[in-house]
C-alpha cells in the first residue's frame, strides 16, 4: 500500500467514525420521540459538536490530499465525493440535534395518536433505513443499492407532502393541543430533509465508483414528461 492509498484509507475511518455518530442521534432520536427520556436528548443535541469537529477534520485531511498527491481518476473522484459525503453527514447531524432538541421542548411528551395520525414513526423508520442501506452501499462501493436508496426517498416526500393536511385537521381536533403539532411538524420536515440529503450520498457513490452524474436527472426526466404533456394537449 502506498502513502496515497494510506491517507485514503485514514480518511475512510474517519468518515466512519462520524457516520457512527451520526446514526446515533438519528436512531436515538427515534428511541427518545418512542420513550420520552431527557438524558438521551442531552446526549444527542452535545454529540453535535463532536460531528462538527469531524467535518472539518475530514475536509482538511482532503484538502491535504490535494496539496500533496494530486489525485487522479477514481481516487480524484473519491476524494470530491468524500467532501460531499461529509458535508451531507454534518447536516443531517444537524437535523438530529435539532430533533432532539424539540423533542426536550415538548412537555408532555408527544401524545401517541398524533405520533400515529401523522406518521412521523414511520417516517423515522425508512430515515434510519436509508441511512443504513446508504452506508453500505458507501462501505462496500454498491451503487445498485445506492440506487434503490434514491428511490426510497419519494416516501418521505409524499409523508411531508401531506403533512399539512394532516396538521390542519388535527388542530381542528384538538384545538388545546396546537404546540405538540407544531413540533411534530418540524420534525416530519427535518426528517424529510434528513432523506434528501442521504439521497445526496448515494448520488455521490453513483459518481465515484460508476463516474455517472446522476444528480437532478429526475428532475429533468419531469420537467420533460411534463413539456411532452403540454405539446400533446
Known amino acids: ?11 475512510k475511518n474517519k468518515v466512519e467514525e462520524m457516520w457512527d455518530l451520526v446514526d ?17 436528548t442531552k446526549k444527542i443535541i452535545k454529540s453535535g459538536k463532536k460531528v462538527n469537529a469531524y467535518d472539518i ?6 484538502e491535504n490530499i490535494f ?25 443531517i447531524g444537524d437535523y438530529g440535534e ?36 446508504i452506508r453500505q452501499a458507501f462501505l462496500e462501493e454498491n451503487t445498485e443499492l445506492a440506487r434503490q436508496v434514491i428511490k426510497q426517498d419519494k416516501l418521505l416526500n409524499k409523508i411531508n407532502a401531506k403533512t399539512d393536511k394532516m396538521l390542519l385537521k388535527y388542530f381542528q381536533e384538538h384545538p388545546t393541543n396546537i404546540h405538540q403539532s407544531l413540533k411534530v411538524a418540524g420534525i416530519i420536515r427535518k426528517l424529510e430533509r ?3 440529503h442521504t439521497t445526496n450520498i448515494a448520488e455521490e457513490i453513483v459518481f ?3 463516474a ?20 400533446q394537449e
Open 208 to 210: 465515484y465508483v460508476d
Open 57 to 62: 477534520k475530514i475536509d482538511r485531511m482532503c
Open 98 to 133: 435539532s430533533i432532539a432538541q424539540m423533542l426536550k421542548e415538548a412537555t408532555p411528551p408527544i401524545e401517541p395518536n398524533l405520533l400515529e395520525n401523522s406518521r412521523v414513526l414511520e417516517m423515522y423508520e425508512a430515515t434510519t433505513a436509508m441511512l443504513r442501506n
Open 67 to 91: 496539496a500533496l498527491f494530486n489525485p487522479v481518476a477514481v481516487d480524484l473522484r473519491w476524494v470530491l465525493a468524500i467532501l460531499k459525503i461529509n458535508a451531507n453527514l454534518e447536516r
Open 1 to 11: 500500500m502506498n502513502q496515497l492509498d494510506k491517507e485514503l484509507l485514514r480518511i
Open 24 to 40: 446515533f442521534q438519528l436512531q436515538s432520536g427515534h428511541e427518545a420521540l418512542l420513550n420520552p427520556d431527557p438524558d438521551l
Open 194 to 196: 434528513i432523506g434528501d
Open 212 to 231: 455517472k452524474v446522476v444528480k437532478h436527472k429526475q428532475k429533468k426526466k419531469k420537467k420533460d414528461k411534463g413539456q411532452e404533456d403540454k405539446a
